[in-house]
């Protein structure tokens, strides 16, 4: 059992940065971060949740969607057991809720995966961005 516990959401103005984290912690001894990919994931009210970015275990490679990247960083502390995803030059279509995932069998190869690889699953974190 892995939890996934969000912060650092709030509301911003256009062009504003958040950084959001993701505490990982498990229930199992010896619990290690770098067995599992993770990744974050947003949703708006009516639409399906799109994958923003992912990174992997211990070679730490990511993956983001579509033009993210030029905005978006994912990246890992795993002797914090947390990841961050930094946003900067927010726009309001970034408002949605975000949440941080986690997969045991998806390790951030190839993209940022469907909802579906992912087995674990945070509360959600709500980012507005508005003037």
């Known amino acids: 059992q892995v939890q996934l516990v969000e912060s650092g959401g709030g509301s911003v103005q256009p062009g504003g940065s958040l950084r959001l984290s993701c505490k990982v912690s498990?229930?199992?001894?010896?619990?290690?971060?770098?067995?599992?990919?993770i990744g974050w994931f947003r949703q708006v009210p009516g639409k399906e949740r799109e994958g923003v970015a992912c990174?992997?275990?211990?070679?730490?490679?990511?993956n983001y969607a579509g033009s993210l990247a030029d905005r978006f960083t994912i990246s890992r502390d795993n002797a914090k057991d947390t990841v961050y995803l930094q946003m900067n030059s927010l726009k309001p279509e970034d408002t949605a809720v975000y949440y941080c995932?986690?997969?045991?069998?998806?390790?951030?190869?190839?993209?940022?995966?469907?909802?579906?690889?992912?087995?674990?699953w945070g509360q959600g974190t709500q980012v507005t961005v508005s003037s």
């Open positions: 995932v986690a997969s045991s069998r998806f390790y951030c190869s190839g993209g940022v995966g469907a909802t579906s690889v992912y087995d674990y």
């Open positions: 498990g229930r199992a001894p010896g619990f290690i971060l770098d067995y599992y990919g």
């Open positions: 990174i992997g275990g211990s070679l730490s490679s990511s």
